[in-house]
Structures are given as structure tokens and as C-alpha cells.
């Protein structure tokens, strides 16, 4: 500033050459103050700056949460700063000697423990920088205690969280995910191995029955038992619901393995105390051996439920190993599934008629309607290959509907005394519109209502009986007659047979075997047809296939009859013939 006002004023009286001078000049003058200017404002910078550095390096040595040590060269603390106070609850001065000793350990960057004095263990993280000329080392000492137990618990929900994703929370197995990881290792490790899969017999009646917190404990119940049968083979889980799976060496080939899981049929054979009753569980086992039957954990495992789904057909309690026909007859009832809903449209199901006959002259006098599926490539299906596929897939109404319309139109014009008999499957029996799809077809097809009987399993009574009773009474109010089907082989006979309106019982086909040299049987047959009397019911026996049967069934006093000798299930024109030629009656006369 002082500078520029002398040459302007100096600079006024000059001429204009020395005018171009005066601007040189003022240039570098103006670049000459302003480095002074700067200068000043660095030196003054720089002072603060030391200033402030001390005053922060001050309050960093004695608040800081670091602690700084400085180390002579033999290794002995020459400076401790102030702040080792608030870390470790000495000050400089008062620094046991050991802790010296320990500082010697920090020397090498690592991380110790070191007790407060309090008492508490500290997480010691230390750096260190070695000073030139042998002047010894200074440390940088860091309390890491609470970040080291943040860390820990961290990790300890990390295995937590691990471990659940592994289990299975009711029963404390490994899950689903669990056991197939499992056995895919096994299997990429060319291990032998076997899967067994569990599934529970009973498992869905005792949920309906005793309800959910019983059915829980059936379920840890059985866990602890597979546990305790599996001891010493690498897996057991719980895939879902009432399905358990074990994985298990198996480099001995098939006899262990069939010895194991008769083991586990036994061990899981004791009922179960729920608290309120006492459940009897039974399990059905399907074996799949690794590499031989699959060599992904997946395909291992469907082969094991393949083979337990054929235990379970052959009444529970037993075991199969997978066969590769098994997997052919799965994947047609794959197939069959997929294609039904349009075979029950197309009319691919149809009825065939049975003949049913009075045993003493073998007229016939109906016909029972069983359900064929006419297919196109298969040829004609019995309902063993495809009822449970309809039930299973919703469709046991659909199908009922269009059996009952096809046969109503088929016998319509068959002679007045002739009647149909209809099966209902217990999933129809609780449907409350099923009394008027009956009352439509019938008004439809023109079929009279008490030409039309329906038959019902016991089994179906088990389910919500007071909905049956209405169906029933409903049907009756139509004209129908109800006869209880497969009698002998399902539950509290007696008791239904009190309380539903029942006009027939038919007596199951397996008392008709033996019933001519075994007079076990033939007393078993005699009781029913008493009994039958008694309550004032028609009687029909089924399965009747020779003749000795028929004469026997006629001793004891069974109205009708019904089977091969008979006739077997026929389409429908066939079933017009033999009304119409009456061939059964002339068979007797011969
Ligand atoms: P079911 O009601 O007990 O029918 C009698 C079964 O015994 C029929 O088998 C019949 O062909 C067979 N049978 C008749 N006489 C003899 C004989 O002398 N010896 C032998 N060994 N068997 C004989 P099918 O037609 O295979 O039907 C099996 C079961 O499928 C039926 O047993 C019935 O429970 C069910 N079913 C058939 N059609 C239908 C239907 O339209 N609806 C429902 N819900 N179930 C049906
Ligand atoms: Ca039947
Ligand atoms: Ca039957």
C-alpha cells in the first residue's frame, strides 16, 4: 500500500514512455507485496498452528483414548502419557511395574490383555514406531475391549442365525436344506450312502384329532426316538410337516440297511403320551441307496419317497427300497394327473356295471357302477390308477357328476327293477351339494330316485358324521337306499350301523376267502348275516368266485351276492345284454 502511493504520485507528473516503465514497474511491485503479504499470514499461520498443534497433542496425550509410550532403547518406559488414566486407571507416575514388562510385549504390533485397575481384562491393541538413531520406540496404545466384545457378539448371532437356518426349530433337527447339502457332499465325496425317508402312518388323524400342540409332541417324540435308533449315521432331520429323513453309510450293501429300519419301525411303535391321550404313530420307510439310485441329493431323495409311498400303500408300518419300476409307475401317474381334467370332460371316465344278484336263483337285480377311465393309449384303467388323483386334485365331484349322468342315461331303459349302485368317497359325503346334484341328474336324466343306491365306507364316517347323516337323509328323501360298503374292515361298525340310516350292509370280499375250508371264517361270515338280520338290513356279499362260495354264502343265509362268477365289471352294453338274456339265471339252471 505505502509503495503504491508514492509511485502514483510519482507516476502523474511522468510522459508516456515513462508511463510504460511505471506499469512494469507497478507489476512487479504488486507481485512482490503480495508475496510479503503472504508471508506474514504464513508465519502467523504457522504460529497458530504450533499453538494449536500443542494444545491438541495436550489434550490428546491426556484424554485421548489412545495411550502413548515411549520406549528407550533398552526398552525401558521413558514417557507415559497422561492419558493411560482414563484407560487403565493409573496415571504415569503410579504405573505398576509390571505393566513395564508388558509394554516390552507391545513392541511387536499386537494385540493383549491387560488388567484395569479394576480388575477388568482389557483388549490391548498397540502400534508401534521404531525412532531413528537406536532413540528407542513409541507406542500407540488402544483400549479395543468393547469393540472386541461387540465382535464377539456379532459373531455368536452369526452362528445363532447359521444355526437356524440349518434347523429345523420344532424338533432341533438339521431341515431340509440341512440334509440335502449333507448329502449332496456325501455323494460328490463318492461316499456309499442311503436315505431313509419317514413318513408318518397316522400322523394327519392324530392332528385332527388331538390337535395341534398334540401332534407338536408326537413330532419332538418322534425326533428323539430316530435320534436314538440313528445313533452313529451322520444325518437326521425333519424336511416338513410329518416327513423325517436320515442319512446313512451304507457300504455294506441292502441287509444292514433293512435291519436298520426295522429298528426304527420297532423303536417308533410304542404309543406316544400326548397329555390328554395316547397316540399310535407307525411309520412308513423308504430306502434310496447313493450312487445306485441317484446321484444328486434330489434325486436321491424322490427315490426314497417313491419307495415310501409303496410302504405306505402296503399298509405302514413296513419299509421298501426304491426299484426303477417304481419310478416308471410315478411318472405315469404323473402323466395321468396332468392329462385327467380333460379325459373327465371328454367322457373318458366311464361307468362299467358290475352285476348284482339274488344268490338263491342268481337273478340279477342291479348292478354296481365302478369308474374306467377309457384311455386312449393305456387302454381301460381301474380306479386304483386314478381315484386318489381325482381325490387329490379336487376333482371327486366333477367326475362323480358325469359317472352318475352317463349311467342314469345308460340303465334308464333297462327294466323297472333293475337298480344302481353309486360309490360316494368320503370327500363327497361332506359335501352338502351333493343332494342336489343327485336330485338334477336324476330329474335330467328321468333315472327314478329309488332305483338308485348309494354305497359308503365306513371310513367315510369318521370324518364329520353329522354332515353325513344330513346327506344322507337328504338322498333318502330322493328315493335312494344307502348300503354300507366293505363292512368288517373299518372302524366302530356298531355304532354307525345304530345311528345312519343304512338299508344294506356288504360284507367285504375278504371274508369270502377260505370261507369254505376255513371255519374261522365261515363263523365270522355267519355273525355278520345275524347281525345284519337282526338290525332287519339286505345283505350282499362281495367277491364271491366260485361256486362252493356262493353255496356256502346261501347256508348262511346272505340275500345277495356279487363277483366274478357272476360277471365282472362291464361297459354298458354289455351289462343291456346280459339283463336282457338273463344269462346268470340260466347259469344256475344249468
Ligand atoms: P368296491 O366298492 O369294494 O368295489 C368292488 C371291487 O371289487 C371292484 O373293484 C370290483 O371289480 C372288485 N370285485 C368284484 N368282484 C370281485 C371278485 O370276485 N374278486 C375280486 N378279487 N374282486 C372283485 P374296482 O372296480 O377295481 O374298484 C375298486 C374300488 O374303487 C371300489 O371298491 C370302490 O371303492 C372304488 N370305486 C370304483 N368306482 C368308483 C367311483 O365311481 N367312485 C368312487 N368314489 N369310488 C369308486
Ligand atoms: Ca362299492
Ligand atoms: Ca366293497
Known amino acids: 500500500m505505502r509503495f503504491e502511493t508514492i509511485f502514483l504520485i510519482g507516476g502523474a507528473s511522468a510522459s508516456a514512455g515513462a508511463l510504460l516503465v511505471w506499469l512494469a514497474i507497478r507489476a512487479r511491485l504488486g507481485r512482490v507485496t503480495q508475496n510479503l503479504r503472504m508471508r506474514d499470514w504464513a508465519l502467523a499461520h504457522q504460529a497458530a498452528e504450533h499453538a494449536d498443534r500443542q494444545m491438541l497433542f495436550q489434550a490428546a496425550m491426556e484424554h485421548g483414548p489412545q495411550v502413548v ?3 528407550d532403547a533398552s526398552g525401558h518406559p521413558v514417557y507415559i502419557s497422561p492419558s493411560c488414566r482414563p484407560v487403565f486407571g493409573y496415571g504415569p507416575a503410579d504405573m505398576p511395574k509390571c505393566f513395564g514388562a508388558d509394554l516390552m510385549h507391545f513392541a511387536a504390533d499386537t494385540c493383549l490383555r491387560v488388567r484395569h485397575r479394576d480388575g477388568r481384562t482389557l483388549a490391548i491393541h498397540a502400534q508401534s514406531h521404531r525412532l531413528p538413531d537406536e532413540q528407542g520406540v513409541v507406542l500407540l496404545l488402544t483400549d479395543v475391549t468393547a469393540h472386541q466384545n461387540a465382535e464377539a457378539r456379532l459373531s ?12 429345523d426349530g420344532l424338533t432341533g433337527l438339521a431341515n431340509r436344506d440341512c440334509f440335502l447339502a449333507a448329502v449332496e457332499r456325501a455323494l460328490a465325496g463318492k461316499e456309499e450312502v442311503a436315505v ?13 384329532r388331538l390337535g ?14 430316530l435320534t436314538l435308533a440313528m445313533v452313529g449315521e451322520p444325518l437326521v432331520a425333519r424336511l416338513g410337516d410329518d416327513d423325517f429323513a436320515v442319512l446313512l453309510r451304507a457300504a455294506d450293501g441292502d441287509a444292514p440297511l433293512a435291519a436298520r429300519a426295522r429298528d426304527l419301525i420297532r423303536m417308533l411303535e410304542p404309543p406316544v403320551p400326548t397329555g390328554t391321550a395316547t397316540a399310535k404313530i407307525g411309520a412308513s420307510i423308504g430306502i434310496a441307496a447313493g450312487p445306485r439310485d441317484g446321484t ?15 410302504a405306505r400303500a402296503a399298509g405302514g408300518n413296513t419299509y421298501r427300497f426304491f ?11 404323473d402323466e395321468l394327473r396332468r392329462e385327467l381334467p380333460g379325459a373327465i370332460a371328454a367322457g373318458e371316465i366311464v361307468p362299467y356295471f358290475q352285476p348284482l344278484v339274488r344268490i338263491d336263483d342268481t337273478s340279477v337285480v342291479g348292478f354296481e357302477v365302478l369308474a374306467r ?12 390308477d386314478f381315484l386318489s388323483l381325482v381325490e387329490e386334485t379336487g376333482q371327486s365331484a366333477a367326475m362323480f357328476g358325469s359317472l352318475l349322468v352317463c349311467a342314469c342315461q345308460a340303465a334308464r331303459d333297462w327294466p323297472a327293477h333293475i337298480k344302481l349302485s353309486v360309490n360316494i368317497s368320503p370327500i363327497e359325503l361332506q359335501d352338502e351339494t351333493l343332494p342336489d346334484t343327485v336330485r338334477d341328474i336324476l330329474e335330467s336324466t328321468g333315472f327314478c330316485g329309488d332305483r338308485l343306491e348309494v354305497e359308503i365306507t365306513e371310513n367315510a364316517l369318521i370324518h364329520d358324521a353329522k354332515v353325513a347323516r344330513q346327506v344322507l337323509d337328504r338322498l333318502r328323501q330322493l328315493g335312494l337306499s344307502v348300503a354300507l360298503d366293505d363292512f368288517g374292515t373299518g372302524f366302530s361298525s356298531l355304532y354307525h350301523l345304530r345311528e345312519l340310516p343304512f338299508d344294506k350292509v356288504k360284507i367285504d370280499k375278504v371274508f369270502m376267502r377260505g370261507l369254505v375250508s376255513d371255519p374261522e371264517a365261515s ?16 345283505l350282499t356279499a362281495e367277491g364271491i368266485e366260485d361256486t362252493e362260495t356262493m353255496n356256502r354264502l346261501r347256508e348262511l343265509g346272505c340275500t345277495f351276492g356279487q363277483g366274478y362268477l357272476f360277471g365282472k365289471p362291464m361297459p354298458a352294453e354289455a351289462a343291456r345284454s346280459m339283463v336282457t338274456a338273463n344269462r346268470i339265471a340260466q347259469m344256475a339252471a344249468e
Open 69 to 71: 509410550v515411549r520406549l
Open 156 to 167: 455368536d448371532a452369526r452362528v445363532q442365525l447359521a444355526q437356524r437356518a440349518e434347523r
Open 196 to 208: 431313509f425317508l419317514v413318513d408318518l402312518d397316522r400322523f394327519r388323524q392324530i392332528h385332527d
Open 212 to 225: 395341534h400342540d398334540a401332534s407338536d409332541s408326537v413330532l419332538r417324540e418322534v425326533a428323539a426316538r
Open 296 to 310: 444328486h441329493a434330489t434325486a436321491l431323495l424322490r427315490a426314497a419317497d417313491i419307495a415310501m409311498t409303496h
Open 323 to 333: 426299484e426303477s419300476h417304481m419310478a416308471h409307475a410315478m411318472e405315469r401317474a
Open 373 to 384: 377311465w377309457e384311455h386312449p393309449i393305456l387302454g381301460v384303467l381301474p380306479p386304483i
Open 523 to 538: 363263523r365270522y361270515v355267519a355273525a355278520i348275516v345275524d347281525f345284519g338280520h337282526a338290525l332287519g338290513l339286505d
